[in-house]
């Protein structure tokens, strides 16, 4: 059964930085496109960050150059590095990996059914002062 399990929230001063962690169990992350998306309370969910299982990264506009996604293969560890936060950036942020077998970053970003995707349980990030 897969399973995703993510940590690393908390609650930090707006310039501050989180590194988030995702366990993945049930699945090999780099067979897989991976991506870490967040909601906030009356927001649409949103893509911020895909890797593909060759390696290929991409970055949605508003966190591209502050925030870092990566993995550690050998622990089958998606990791989401959050740097210069802002208050729009709270929210609660949940690891993701895409169940099509025919798909990219950019559909993933764009993914409707979440069905189409085993999410983790999400963990919470607040900035502010």
Known sequence: Q???LESGGGSVQPGGSLRLSCVASGLVINRNYMAWFRQAPGKEREGLACIAPYG????SDS?????????????NTLYLELNSLKP???AMYYCAADRRSHTSCHDFFRLRNGADAHWGQGTQVTASS
């Open 2 to 4: 897969e399973q995703l």
């Open 88 to 90: 729009e950036d709270t």
């Open 63 to 75: 966190v591209e150059g502050r925030f870092t996604i990566s993995r550690d293969i050998a622990k």
């Open 56 to 59: 290929t990264t991409i970055y």
